[in-house]
C-alpha cells in the first residue's frame, strides 16, 4: 500500500519494468538559466567517448548481471559539447517511465570513485537497444540496488 506521493528521484526497490514506454530515445537537457536541448544517441556518438569496465546491473529481484563495458558521454561532456556551464551542482535524471535519480557534480566527475557515470549507448561494443535502455545513465560503482541505472533516459535538468 502506498501512503505517499511516488517520487521518480526516490525510487523505491522494486521489479525493473523490462518493456521501454515508447521508442524514441531522443532526451531533453535543462540547463540552469532554462535553455532546453534536445539530444539524441547519434549526437553522443559525435561526441568524446568514455568507457567504464568491469559493471554490474546488480538487480535485488532478478540477481546480477555482468561485468559489462559500457561506453558513452560523461555529464561534462555533454554540458561541454552544449555550451552548458560546469558550475552546476545536482543533475536530475528521469526516464520515460518516471524513475530517475540525482548525479551530483562531484560524482559526474570522469575520475570520480563511482565512476565514470555515463550516458550509455554502446554494451560490449555494441550498440544498446531501445529495450536495453537506450539511452541508459550507467554508475559503474553502484552495486546494491540498481536503482540509479536508469534506463530510458527522458530528461536530465542541471541545477
Ligand atoms: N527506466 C527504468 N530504469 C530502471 C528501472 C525501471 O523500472 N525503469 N528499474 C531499475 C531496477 S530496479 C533494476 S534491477 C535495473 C534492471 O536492469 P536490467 O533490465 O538491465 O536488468 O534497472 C533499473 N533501471
Ligand atoms: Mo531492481
Redesign the pocket.
Known amino acids: 500500500m502506498h501512503d505517499h506521493q511516488h517520487d521518480p528521484l526516490r525510487?523505491h526497490?522494486?521489479?525493473?519494468?523490462?518493456e521501454p514506454?515508447h521508442n524514441d530515445p531522443t532526451f531533453v537537457v535543462v540547463a540552469p538559466d532554462g535553455r532546453t536541448f534536445h539530444v539524441t544517441p547519434e549526437m553522443l556518438r559525435a561526441w568524446p567517448a568514455t568507457t567504464a569496465e568491469e559493471c554490474f546491473?546488480?538487480?535485488?529481484?532478478?540477481g546480477t548481471?555482468g561485468p559489462f563495458a559500457f561506453t558513452g558521454c560523461t555529464l561534462p561532456t555533454l554540458c561541454a559539447a552544449l555550451g552548458i556551464s560546469a558550475s552546476w551542482r545536482i543533475a536530475e535524471i528521469v526516464?520515460?517511465?518516471?524513475?530517475?535519480t540525482r548525479i551530483t557534480a562531484e560524482e559526474a566527475a570522469p575520475d570520480a570513485p563511482i565512476g565514470p557515470v555515463l550516458l550509455a549507448y554502446d554494451r560490449d561494443g555494441a550498440p544498446l537497444s531501445r529495450r536495453?535502455?537506450l539511452v541508459?545513465l550507467i554508475v559503474p560503482g553502484e552495486r546494491e540496488?540498481?536503482?540509479?541505472?536508469?534506463?530510458?533516459?527522458a530528461r536530465i535538468r542541471f541545477l
Do not use: C, E, M, Y
Open positions: 525510487p526497490a522494486h521489479d525493473p519494468n523490462p514506454p546491473i546488480v538487480s535485488t529481484g532478478h548481471s526516464s520515460a517511465d518516471g524513475f530517475g536495453d535502455g541508459r540496488d540498481a536503482l540509479r541505472q536508469v534506463k530510458w533516459v
